[in-house]
């Protein structure tokens, strides 16, 4: 079965495991660890997968992206720009005005409050601006 097959009989939360597991140096536990934060921080959260491999969270709107590459774990949020980010987690994506990211590399710690924060300052985002559309 080719990539396309699976994906199409697979949900998003079995194709994000698999991608977890797959990652078997540092990035699957950081992707791991990510996901409990994003799913204990919204218990409403829905998982989708999109562009061909991307794990994605969303609630009342896209919430942020998990994305893994070779030197690092990237969470891009969509409308981080219009977020509260009091502890400084963004770190990528700054420039743009919609967007903005934190790159996880490894050996970083993952401050569990802030980014269940960040989170949740998403979610409240998408309801505020869902309501106005």
């Not at 699976?6 to 977890?20: K, Y």
């Not at 204990?40 to 999109?50: F, G």
Request: hydrophobic share 40%; net charge positive.
């Amino acid at each position: 079965m080719d990539q396309a097959q699976t994906e199409r009989t697979q949900s998003p939360s079995e194709l994000i495991d698999a991608r977890i597991a797959e990652l078997v140096d540092w990035r699957g536990d950081m992707l791991a660890r990510v996901r409990a934060v994003i799913r204990e921080a919204d218990p409403d959260v829905v998982e989708e997968w999109k562009w061909r491999g991307v794990p994605v969270w969303s609630h009342g709107g896209l919430i942020c992206t998990g994305e893994t590459y070779r030197q690092v774990v990237k969470m891009t949020f969509a409308k981080g720009a219009s977020l509260p980010d009091p502890a400084g987690l963004f770190n990528a994506s700054l420039k743009g005005n919609t967007r903005r990211a934190i790159d996880i590399h490894q050996g970083d710690r993952l401050d569990r409050e802030a980014l269940g924060a960040l989170i949740r300052a998403a979610v409240a985002h998408n309801m505020t601006t869902r309501k106005r559309a």
